[in-house]
C-alpha cells in the first residue's frame, strides 16, 4: 500500500513542478511585456524631445509615431492585462495541486506511523513472551 502512495506522491510533485515552471514562465512573459512598455515609453519621450527641438518640417512626422506607439502601448497592456489573468489561475491551480500533494503526504506519514506502531507492539509482545518464559524457567 506504502508504494501506491509514494507513486502517487511522486506524480503530485511532478505536477506541482510543471506548475510551478508553467507560472515563471507567465511571470517571464509578463517581465518581458513589461520591458518591452517602458522602452516603448522612453522612445516615445525621446522623440518628443527631439520634435520639439526640431524644425517645423520634422515635428510633422511625430503625430504617426505618436500614434503608433500609442497603439502598441495598449496592445502591450491588453497582452500584459490577460497573461495577469492567466498568473492569477495558474497560481490557483498550483495551490490545488500543492494542496492535493500534502493530503497525500499526510497519509503516507500517518500510514508509517501506524505501521511503525505496530511493529513496536509486535516486537514488545515477542520481548513480553521471552520475559514470561525467562521468568517461568527460573523459577522451576
Given amino acids: 500500500m ?3 502512495l509514494d507513486a502517487l506522491i511522486r506524480l503530485h510533485k ?9 507560472l515563471a514562465e507567465l511571470l517571464d512573459a509578463i517581465f518581458n511585456l513589461e520591458q518591452q512598455k517602458e522602452h516603448l515609453d522612453n522612445q516615445i519621450l525621446l522623440e518628443q524631445k527631439i520634435a520639439k527641438n526640431a524644425s517645423e518640417g520634422v515635428g510633422m512626422f511625430y ?3 505618436a500614434k503608433e506607439a500609442v497603439s ?7 497582452q500584459i492585462a490577460a497573461l495577469e ?3 492569477v ?14 493530503v497525500v503526504e499526510i ?13 513496536s507492539k509486535t516486537e514488545q509482545r515477542i520481548l513480553d513472551e521471552l520475559g514470561q518464559e525467562a521468568h ?5
Fill in 136 to 140: 517461568r524457567r527460573r523459577n522451576v
Fill in 89 to 102: 489561475e495558474a497560481k490557483e491551480q498550483m495551490r490545488i495541486e500543492y494542496k492535493d500533494l500534502k
Fill in 14 to 22: 511532478h505536477r506541482v513542478d510543471e506548475k510551478r515552471r508553467f
Fill in 2 to 4: 506504502s508504494k501506491d
Fill in 85 to 87: 489573468r492567466k498568473i
Fill in 107 to 119: 497519509t503516507q506519514e500517518s500510514r508509517d506511523q501506524i505501521s511503525a506502531m505496530e511493529v
Fill in 72 to 78: 502598441k502601448r495598449d496592445e502591450l497592456l491588453e
Fill in 63 to 65: 503625430g504617426a509615431f
